[in-house]
């Protein structure tokens, strides 16, 4: 009976119009949710290969009433229980009742593509699992016939929205796009082994020219025909453990963006983003494996990359796409965010997702990466367990290294690193030091860390982290105590290997028998040939005595002025004390700055620092 009533909605469909209703299941998360998909009854080919494809009736809607329901025609079982399913289309999400809500859509007329499959708040409970309302458990698209579309053209914002002014602002050779938000984040599959996820990334142009939001490849899509530059979307994970030690654990290969939503804005979306107008990217867009290609075909600090001959243009090498997403091209960790599940068991950790926009012309990259704490979670609840990502934190600006104390950075001109230092004393009289170094955007990559360290002294323990298990590409240590050189100058601890591309964090540990640094620079050795004629090395500054562990840091003034900087503190008569001022929005301003203290109130004032407005001020060493 039930399958002769679907062959009749399915006539009925081909009679009287229909849409598509295009599904995949994040089969992993919905079982572990004992919501295993059966008795699958498909009526149409999908939109994308590997998906579900299910004719939406709509032949009794009527186009004068508002968000009127249209039934599917087939369905699933969810968990052995059938499910009838009607659609609901809104302005920027799609509610399929009574499961599901599509969220984070790509618009167009008539079409709601890539959102997040997510469950509705009504349906968790009703199935016993009310705290995963919201959860995303697969992708889907949705395509109606545009005199179905609620909105009627392609996501115009505000009713009567001017479609001039800036939304027909000229494109520039600077622009300015801010990462401002990570507002959810989901695995999408699992094994033993290693798990795989992705965090949403929401953006905002906040400079005064558009950006192009063009297709990577040939052919173009539904959105537009526009080919070439596209901004970029690099993945990272980072866990911090007890003592203090930073590590990358996760990378994603690089995805290319292909369309922008232009919300908060009057701007129509699609291959522009105007100024002012905002775009998300959603769990599910952000783990489809069509828009990913390798990393290293991207000039990261220009945002250049080429599409001939790139990982999307195989053979022939026609600068046309020959690499899609269909079944059986991919495997289910390749080019996602993918974790080993023995690196998210640590105890006492804690993790953080970042997120980083790429973009050509983007006058400030420190502004377009973002990252936000989560907790990882496996429950054993059923054969294939559950795994889950949630925050424990608000959304942060900047790159996550942000979380150590002490952080220098190089501007090369070609690119930026990030030095992060600290020390701890041990028993002995001993002391422990340890850096982390991140390549954020310096495309030359790195091949050396050099130290200098107290002529004579003794060091030990020597670590390198990359943050995977594959000890090939590890780098080696050769120390010098100094005392053979003329003059008994320095020595060094010098840590080379494997070149270290951008978006990538390394770590160096030691333990010296001296309580500090003789001071100078670190030095950094580039792979690659300059291109503007920079020699291969360069240093960045590390302090004769690195940044004490967090807690032992008093903050004595966070100042939001860019002209002065004045704190005061209380402080014994003639001592000496050591500040740092940081500037939370590029990072430091100046380190090791003495000032003796005149009477019991230490003062510091410093006149113009810089013109961002948010200074933070803290004691590095107390007399």
């Known amino acids: 009976m039930l399958r002769s009533l679907i062959f009749l909605l399915v006539l009925s469909g081909f009679v009287f119009g229909?849409?598509?209703?295009?599904?995949?299941?994040?089969?992993?998360?919905?079982?572990?949710?004992?919501?295993?998909?059966?008795?699958?009854?498909?009526s149409t080919a999908p939109e994308s290969p590997g998906y579900d494809g299910y004719y939406i009736d709509l032949s009794t809607v009527d186009l004068s009433t508002v968000d009127q329901p249209a039934p599917?025609?087939?369905?699933?079982?969810?968990?052995?229980?059938?499910?009838?399913?009607?659609?609901?289309?809104?302005?920027?999400?799609?509610?399929?009742?009574?499961?599901?809500?599509?969220?984070?859509?790509?618009?167009g007329a008539g079409r709601w593509m890539q959102g997040d499959l997510c469950l509705t708040p009504e349906f968790a409970k009703a199935r016993g699992i009310p705290e995963h309302a919201g959860r995303v458990v697969g992708v889907a698209d949705v395509v109606l016939p545009a005199a179905f579309d609620p909105v009627g053209v392609n996501d115009p914002g505000p009713t009567g929205g001017d479609k001039g002014g800036v939304c027909s602002t000229p494109f520039g050779p600077e622009i300015d796009v801010q990462l401002t938000n990570i507002d959810d984040i989901g695995a999408v599959h699992w094994d033993a082994d290693r798990v795989a996820f992705a965090p949403s990334a929401v953006l905002h142009n906040i400079g005064p020219t558009a950006i192009r939001w063009y297709w990577a490849i040939f052919p173009s899509g539904w959105n537009g025909p526009e080919l070439g530059e596209h901004p970029f979307l690099a993945l990272n994970f980072y866990r911090l453990d007890a003592d203090g030690r930073f590590t990358q654990i996760g990378r994603s290969d690089l995805k290319h963006a292909w369309n922008t939503v232009n919300f908060s804005c009057p701007c129509a979306g699609g291959q522009v983003m105007w100024p002012g107008c905002m775009d998300v990217y959603g769990v599910a867009n952000n783990s489809n494996q069509y828009f990913f290609g390798p990393r290293d075909e991207l000039t990261a600090h220009s945002a250049a990359w080429d599409s001939m001959g790139s990982h999307f243009d195989?053979?022939?090498?026609?600068?046309?796409?020959?690499?899609?997403?269909?079944?059986?091209?991919?495997?289910?960790?390749?080019?996602?965010?993918?974790?080993?599940?023995?690196?998210?068991?640590?105890?006492?950790?804690?993790?953080?997702?970042?997120?980083?926009?790429?973009?050509?012309?983007?006058?400030?990259?420190?502004?377009?990466?973002?990252?936000?704490?989560?907790?990882?979670s496996f429950t054993s609840n059923s054969a294939n367990g559950l795994w889950t990502f949630n925050f424990a934190g608000a959304f942060k600006q900047g790159p996550a290294i942000s979380e150590l104390p002490g952080i220098e950075r190089l501007d090369t001109g070609e690119g930026n690193v990030l030095l992060a230092a600290e020390t701890r004393p041990l028993p002995g009289g001993e002391t422990h030091f340890r850096y982390s170094l991140m390549n954020l955007d310096y495309d030359r990559q790195l091949t050396q860390f050099e130290l200098p360290v107290?002529?004579?002294?003794?060091?030990?323990?020597?670590?390198?982290?990359?943050?995977?298990?594959?000890?090939?590409?590890?780098?080696?240590?050769?120390?010098?105590?100094?005392?053979?050189?003329?003059?008994?100058g320095p020595g060094s601890v010098r840590w080379s290997g494997p070149a270290v591309d951008w978006g990538r964090l390394v770590s160096f540990e030691f333990v010296s028998d001296a309580a500090g640094l003789p001071g100078g620079e670190a030095s950094i050795l580039a792979l690659e040939p300059s291109t503007v004629g920079a020699p291969a090395g360069a240093g960045i500054a590390a302090a004769a005595t690195p940044n004490v562990t967090p807690a032992a840091i008093p903050v004595i003034a966070i100042v939001e002025t860019g002209g002065v900087v004045r704190c005061s503190w209380t402080a014994v008569a003639g001592a000496t004390y050591q500040l740092q001022i940081r500037d939370e929005v590029f990072g430091w301003v100046n380190r090791g700055v003495s000032v003796t203290a005149t009477s019991a109130q230490?003062?510091?004032?410093?006149?113009n620092p810089g013109p961002h407005g948010l200074y933070r001020v803290q004691l590095v060493s107390l007399p």
């Open 454 to 488: 107290v002529a004579g002294s003794a060091t030990t323990l020597h670590r390198y982290d990359d943050g995977d298990d594959n000890p090939s590409n590890d780098w080696s240590v050769v120390t010098d105590s100094g005392l053979d050189g003329a003059g008994g």
């Open 602 to 607: 230490g003062e510091y004032l410093e006149l």
């Open 18 to 42: 229909q849409g598509t209703l295009s599904i995949r299941f994040y089969e992993p998360v919905m079982d572990g949710l004992g919501l295993t998909v059966s008795e699958r009854v498909l």
């Open 72 to 107: 599917l025609v087939g369905g699933f079982s969810l968990g052995g229980k059938p499910l009838a399913l009607t659609l609901e289309p809104g302005a920027r999400e799609v509610r399929i009742a009574p499961a599901f809500i599509l969220k984070r859509c790509h618009r």
């Open 314 to 376: 195989a053979t022939p090498v026609d600068n046309k796409r020959d690499h899609f997403d269909n079944p059986g091209e991919h495997g289910p960790f390749e080019h996602r965010l993918t974790v080993a599940t023995a690196d998210l068991l640590a105890t006492n950790a804690r993790y953080f997702a970042e997120a980083w926009y790429i973009a050509a012309g983007d006058t400030n990259v420190f502004n377009s990466i973002g990252y936000r704490e989560v907790v990882p």
